[in-house]
């Protein structure tokens, strides 16, 4: 979890950084690429550390799921904080404390869902319990 986090961190400070400059297509690529490598990393070290326990493998793609979904929600805090300073938040969780959260699933420009957002969080569990499935799955050499 520590290292997912970690990543997530990661990933939202780079978005904070670099995001006013990404096109949609682009943020769009950045998310899914950053939620496969969250679950890359997060299936490896489950796989490496559980072997071959099922429940392990489910937890590291809920962990992996939750850390693609928190990596890109927590940007739009962080972002808020750089542009209008703590007084920003503070309006944000008056008036809708939620908003990271909609703003994730919303597509704005063109009504509706963005369909992107659960798709990366489908890609993240994947690849955890994919990988975390192929490394726990290896036969150790005695």
């Known amino acids: 979890m520590l290292v997912s986090f970690v990543i997530s961190l990661v990933f939202s400070g780079l978005l904070v950084v670099i ?10 690529a950045l ?3 950053y939620a496969l490598l969250n679950g ?4 490896a070290l489950i796989g490496k550390v559980a072997h071959r326990s099922n429940g392990a493998w489910i937890c590291g ?3 992996a799921a939750l850390g693609a ?3 890109w ?5 962080m972002y808020i904080v750089k ?20 703003a994730w699933w919303n597509d704005e420009t063109h009504g509706g869902v963005d369909w992107t957002s659960p798709l990366g969080l489908v890609l993240a569990a994947a690849a955890a319990w994919g990988i975390a499935y192929l490394v726990g799955n290896k036969r ?3």
């Open 19 to 28: 995001g006013e400059h990404l096109t949609f297509g682009t943020s769009t």
């Open 31 to 33: 998310y899914l690429a």
């Open 40 to 43: 890359a990393i997060v299936g």
């Open 61 to 63: 793609a809920v962990i």
């Open 69 to 71: 979904f928190f990596g």
């Open 73 to 77: 929600a927590n940007s739009l805090p």
């Open 83 to 102: 542009e209008k300073g703590f007084f920003g938040i503070r309006d944000m969780l008056e008036y809708d404390p939620f908003f990271p959260a909609k």
């Open 140 to 142: 150790r050499q005695a």
